[in-house]
């Protein structure tokens, strides 16, 4: 069999965990997003904006070089977030996402941020990400 490089690799994420909170007593949840296998290139690019430098330049005020570190804290501590809405690019009304109603929650970038906001969800969309990754490589 032959490797086929291809442009978009669209795969199905299954993203399972147990959501605790307010009213949902420990429940377990699966739903499924369609996601992309980000290209090497894309990835990088994306780490590539995490950095910040390392030393301070001369000249540089401790006001900017306070500022520049925090920004990239800032950067770090929602990488997963912004990472993961590079690989999440829809979902359908039966994905079992759902509003506070418990109705069908279309996609759209304001509730990609909702869903991605929820730790449990977050860490699980991450680790199906890495499977799908994994298995993507391992068939090729």
Request: aromatic share 6%; net charge negative.
């Given at each position: 069999m032959a490797f086929r490089p291809v442009k978009?690799?669209?795969?199905t994420?299954?993203?399972?965990?147990?959501?605790?909170?307010?009213?949902?007593n420990g429940a377990d949840h699966t739903v499924t997003v369609t996601g992309r296998i980000l290209r090497n290139s894309e990835a990088a690019a994306f780490l590539d904006g995490l950095r910040a430098p390392a030393v301070r330049a001369e000249g540089v005020s401790d006001a900017d070089w306070l500022a520049v570190q925090t920004a990239r804290?800032?950067?770090l501590a929602n990488s997963d977030a912004e990472f993961m809405k590079r690989v999440i690019i829809g979902w359908d009304a039966d994905s079992g996402i759902e509003d506070e109603d418990?109705?069908?929650l279309p996609?759209?970038?304001?509730?990609?941020?909702?869903?991605?906001?929820?730790?449990?969800?977050?860490a699980a969309a991450v680790q199906a990400y890495?499977?799908?990754?994994?298995?993507?490589?391992?068939?090729n």
């Amino acid at each position: 069999m032959a490797f086929r490089p291809v442009k978009n690799l669209e795969v199905t994420l299954a993203i399972s965990a147990r959501h605790t909170g307010a009213g949902v007593n420990g429940a377990d949840h699966t739903v499924t997003v369609t996601g992309r296998i980000l290209r090497n290139s894309e990835a990088a690019a994306f780490l590539d904006g995490l950095r910040a430098p390392a030393v301070r330049a001369e000249g540089v005020s401790d006001a900017d070089w306070l500022a520049v570190q925090t920004a990239r804290a800032r950067r770090l501590a929602n990488s997963d977030a912004e990472f993961m809405k590079r690989v999440i690019i829809g979902w359908d009304a039966d994905s079992g996402i759902e509003d506070e109603d418990g109705r069908p929650l279309p996609f759209s970038p304001a509730a990609l941020d909702l869903v991605l906001d929820h730790p449990w969800f977050l860490a699980a969309a991450v680790q199906a990400y890495n499977r799908a990754l994994s298995g993507a490589r391992a068939g090729n």
